[in-house]
């Protein structure tokens, strides 16, 4: 056996990788917008604040016209100075609302 998938069955214990499969891996739980970001406010309260980034991208991802979901997520996008992203989900919901006060609030927040 190469030298590189003994390296790499060190890191992937099925050997799939070396025989040209993909790696086992769990599936993804279908979760709807509204667990993704329970889950995303929950990491938030963790300190996992990139976890619940990741989060809230799944939950946009799953429906995208949740504007409270994209508010939230635009919002912790700020506070973790992702400041174009964050720019980006404000936009988003600002397209739908444009009178929409929380967005416009948080947007000129940015500027």
């Known amino acids: 056996m190469p030298l590189v998938c003994l390296v790499v069955m060190s ?41 619940a980034i990741g989060a809230y991208d799944r939950a946009v991802a799953v429906d995208p016209a949740r504007l409270d979901i994209r508010l939230a997520y635009a919002g912790l996008l700020k506070e973790t100075l992702f400041w174009l992203r964050s720019a980006a989900q404000y936009g988003a919901v600002l397209a739908v609302e444009p009178d929409n006060i929380a967005a416009l609030m948080g947007y000129g927040e940015l500027l």
């Open 11 to 51: 890191l992937d214990v099925s050997g799939a990788l070396c025989r040209g499969e993909a790696p086992v891996t769990g599936p993804e739980p279908a979760l709807s917008a509204d667990e993704w970001a329970a889950r995303g406010r929950d990491l938030v309260r963790k300190g996992s604040v990139f976890d």
